[in-house]
Nanobody, 127 residues
Framework: QVTLVESGGGLVQPGGSLRLSCGIS????????VGWFRQAPGKEREFVAS????????NYANSVKGRFTISRDNVKNMAHLQMNSLRPEDTAVYYC????????????????????WGQGTQVTVSS
C-alpha cells in the first residue's frame, strides 16, 4: 500500500511562488505514475499536472502551462510542483495522486485512474 504525504502549501500573494512536495512512506516511486490535482471550494477536483514513470514529457492543464512545473526524484521518492506567477484562482486544496498502472495519455487527467491519494495541502493566493 502506497502512502502519499504532501507539504509546502500556504498563503502567498498574487504573483508569488510556492513549491509543493509529495513523498511516499511506502512503495517504490519509480514504479508509479504521479499527478497533482486541486479542488477549490464548491468546485470539482481538477487535473493540474502529471509525470509518468516512462520518462515521457510531463503534462499540464492549460490553466497552469508556463507557470507550474512538475518534477520527480525517483532516488529520493519525491515529486514536486513548482508554482510560479500564482493567481487568486489557483487557490485550492492540492492533492498528490499516484497509480501503479501505466497511464496512457488520454487517461492522465482522470482522477479515477489514480488509486493512491495524499491528504491534501491548502494553497491560498490572496493579497
Amino acid at each position: 500500500q502506497v502512502t502519499l504525504v504532501e507539504s509546502g502549501g500556504g498563503l502567498v500573494q498574487p504573483g508569488g511562488s510556492l513549491r509543493l512536495s509529495c513523498g511516499i512512506s511506502r512503495g517504490t516511486f519509480s514504479n508509479l505514475d504521479v499527478g497533482w490535482f486541486r479542488q477549490a471550494p464548491g468546485k470539482e477536483r481538477e487535473f493540474v499536472a502529471s509525470t509518468r514513470r516512462n520518462r515521457s514529457s510531463p503534462n499540464y492543464a492549460n490553466s497552469v502551462k508556463g507557470r507550474f512545473t512538475i518534477s520527480r526524484d525517483n532516488v529520493k521518492n519525491m515529486a514536486h510542483l513548482q508554482m510560479n506567477s500564482l493567481r487568486p484562482e489557483d487557490t485550492a486544496v492540492y492533492y498528490c495522486a499516484a497509480t501503479t498502472s501505466n497511464l496512457i495519455l488520454s487517461s492522465i487527467a482522470r482522477a479515477d485512474q489514480y488509486n493512491f491519494w495524499g491528504q491534501g495541502t491548502q494553497v491560498t493566493v490572496s493579497s
